[in-house]
């Protein structure tokens, strides 16, 4: 069973992970969490192809590797979309202009990826 010691340690460790999730809440602003919120959907996916290609295997490596690549990209370009557009950084640059630079570079990576599959 589980002894004393061990449900102060998992009580701890849900009312940190709680609090965490509170102050998030509170001081994020909502275009953030929506971004954390595509960013996490980016991870997953990333995370289920490369489960996918160690379990199934690489027969259309090139297709594995694209998609593969072309979550790594996303994640990345949204990872800079998202310290652009944090009104507590300094960056002098509109959330408008961010977005649009952030849609181009997107346009540009599927172009390549496009063009590695074949």
């Known amino acids: 069973g589980i002894n004393a010691e061990d449900k ?3 009580s701890s460790k849900m009312e940190t992970i709680s609090s ?10 909502e275009r953030l969490r ?9 991870l997953a996916t990333g995370i289920i192809q490369f489960v996918y290609c160690a379990l199934v295997g ?16 996303v994640f990345i370009l949204t990872v800079c979309l998202r310290l652009q557009v ?3 950084n300094e960056f002098r ?19 390549v990826v496009f063009n590695f599959m074949g």
């Open 58 to 73: 690489t027969f259309p490596f090139n297709s594995f590797l694209s998609g593969f690549i072309c979550c790594v990209g």
């Open 86 to 88: 944090n009104p507590k």
């Open 93 to 111: 640059v509109t959330p408008e202009r961010a977005f649009a630079d952030y849609m181009l570079c997107n346009i540009i990576l599927f172009l």
């Open 8 to 10: 102060s340690c998992i």
């Open 34 to 42: 929506i971004i954390d919120g595509f960013l996490l959907y980016i």
């Open 20 to 29: 965490f999730f509170q102050e998030y809440r509170k001081n994020t602003a």
